[in-house]
């Protein structure tokens, strides 16, 4: 019997926001109960949806449910959001949606609840729209906490920055230079029919027209190209390890940056160490697929005295732990899985990570720290702590920035994930 998409839907986003589950674990879960991939696609795009627009949507269901639905009713709560956001947002036609959400109350055993989705979803048919004057939170679908934290750091560019938060990613894609050339894939993807909005020359990276399944990207399978942001692709552009480095990747899982470096040439010897040892399997598996070879370690980035050999590195990437509000776009439960006190306890975890590892940069060395954070405190102010407290540290310019110290990357810039980027470079005589 076929899966009601929509009763999957309201089981994923309850298990996000009531259980504070990730929606990269708990959507290949449900997408495993669907055959085909376009079913497989249209759950994605509820669940996403759904947790784009949450503020907005719960306002609508307040306005049609007097009282909120608890206990073993509240996945009719979830399933009210699905129903709202085809109508609002969606081209499936209106009686559609309506009656498969209706549908739904069956598999989610909610049949009592069935003729209150039918009229809830009806009355929003007649008045979509309100005349309450919306709180900020509900108006640009971001909780207060983490709105006024983009208000503050960006006077100016906040509004952008939400609204951005709101889009679909673009697909970026990094042709491996050890298997084929950009201008052969290229080939490969227009026989595909696939397009290429633009061509990254430094990075070897491809922006798509459009999202594609990966298993529609040719050669995918034997290592050619990998889906990785034009952001994050340029964290080896910077680091620019070169044949014979000793390199240090010290947040590596699931090795997307790793493989980019060894890409640009096999002869570096790179280090890959994470304290997640499961994530680890995903960089091993990385690497195989690709043709590389890294040393692959579990560790903890702020504390080397476990993992540690004595040999000092060349360059060091530290891609940090943080808070991820650059890519909410990709992971929009960022929003609300992340509370503001774990902001805190990310800066202190960082500014560990950034003291020991520098200690095991060999003089003259070049660290380039990153983040998916927009968050100053993640950030620059992280950095300038950094530099005023370690005297033997130099900021130097990125090519890339128009020669500026740091680089913040806000989503949407140049069709990229929001990033942060500084480059230091450790005095030769200490
Ligand atoms: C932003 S992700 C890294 C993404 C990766 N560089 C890539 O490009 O695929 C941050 C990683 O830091 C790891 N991590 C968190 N705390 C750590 C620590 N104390 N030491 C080492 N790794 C840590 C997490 O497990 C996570 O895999």
Same mark, same amino acid.
């Given at each position: ?129 309100? *005349? ?41 894609? &990094? ?37 594609? *399944? ?17 952001? @994050? ?29 060894? %890409?640009?040439? !096999? ?33 903890? @980035? ?13 360059? =060091?990437? =530290? ?37 020991? =590892? ?18 100053? %405190? ?6 300038? &702590? ?16 128009? !020669?500026?110290?740091?680089?913040? =990357? ?21």
């Amino acid at each position: 019997m076929s899966k009601n998409l929509r009763a999957l839907a309201a089981k994923c986003v309850y298990a996000v926001v009531d259980k504070g589950r990730s929606l990269s674990d708990e959507l290949p879960k449900q997408q495993g109960l669907v055959e085909s991939p376009k079913d497989k696609g249209l759950l994605q795009e509820l669940c996403y949806g759904v947790l784009r627009y949450l503020p907005e949507l719960e306002h609508h269901v307040r306005r049609f449910v007097d009282k909120p639905l608890k206990g073993k009713q509240r996945v009719g709560h979830f399933l009210l959001l699905v129903g709202i956001y085809q109508i609002k947002y969606t081209r499936i036609p209106d009686h559609a949606a309506v009656a498969e959400t209706v549908a739904a109350t069956g598999p989610l055993k909610s049949r009592h609840l069935k003729g209150m989705v039918n009229a809830v979803l009806r009355s929003y048919q007649r008045q979509p729209d309100s *005349d309450d004057t919306l709180p900020d939170a509900v108006r640009y679908n971001h909780p207060s906490w983490f709105l006024k934290k983009i208000q503050q750091g960006y006077p100016q560019d906040w509004q952008q920055i939400v609204t951005a938060n709101l889009q679909r990613p673009s697909m970026w894609l &990094r042709v491996n230079r050890q298997k084929t050339t950009v201008a052969d894939y290229k080939t490969l993807l227009a026989a595909a029919e696939i397009g290429v909005a633009s061509e990254d020359p430094d990075s070897h990276g491809l922006l798509l027209s459009q999202a594609v *399944d990966v298993t529609r990207l040719p050669h995918f399978h034997d290592g050619w190209v990998s889906v990785q942001d034009g952001a @994050a692709q340029m964290a080896a552009i910077l680091l620019s390890a070169e044949s014979g480095d000793k390199v240090l990747d010290c947040c590596a899982a699931p090795g997307g940056k790793t493989c980019h470096i060894l %890409e640009r040439s !096999a002869e570096i010897d790179v280090t890959a160490i994470d304290i997640e040892a499961e994530r680890l399997t995903r960089v091993k598996e990385n690497l195989q697929r690709l043709g590389l070879t890294a040393k692959v370690l579990c560790g903890d @980035a702020a504390d080397t005295s476990d993992w540690f050999d004595g040999e000092m590195f060349d360059k =060091i990437l =530290i891609d940090a732990p943080c808070s991820g509000t650059g890519v909410i776009r990709k992971n929009p439960d960022i929003k609300w899985l992340r509370r503001a006190s774990d902001i805190d306890a990310l800066v202190v975890l960082q500014r560990q990570i950034l003291d020991a =590892i520098w200690a095991i940069l060999k003089p003259g060395g070049i660290m380039v720290y990153a983040t998916c954070s927009i968050l100053p %405190e993640e950030n620059k102010e992280q950095i300038q &702590r950094f530099v005023k407290e370690n005297q033997d540290a130099t900021l130097l310019n990125l090519t890339r920035a128009n !020669a500026s110290q740091d680089w913040q =990357i806000l989503p949407g810039n140049e069709s990229m994930d929001g990033f942060y980027y500084a480059k230091l470079q450790k005095s030769a005589n200490v």
